[in-house]
């Protein structure tokens, strides 16, 4: 079950919506909101309010005289109850 979220996001957008207690994840393309919101309160232990998802059009990418597309895959931004927070970096 936790196969479903691949990675965080971090880039500039992302880095920006942290404030306002907003956290982007890569999730698999096949995951519904439910899914993604159930997965996220069980293993950060958190008070989700709200998931919005959007896939990203496929880029194409070509290698020597092959031509082939990127994989697919879907972008979450979970927003958090005030007060709760997801630790995305280790302290150095």
Known sequence: MIDIVKYPVLTEKATRLLENNQYTFDVDPKANK???KAL???FFNVKVLS???HRPPRKKRRIGRSEGYRP???RV???L???DSIKLLPET
Do not use: L
């Open 40 to 42: 996220i309160e069980d």
């Open 77 to 79: 931004i979970v927003t």
């Open 72 to 74: 697919n895959y879907k």
């Open 81 to 83: 109850k005030t007060g």
């Open 51 to 53: 998931v919005n998802t």
């Open 34 to 36: 439910i899914t993604i």
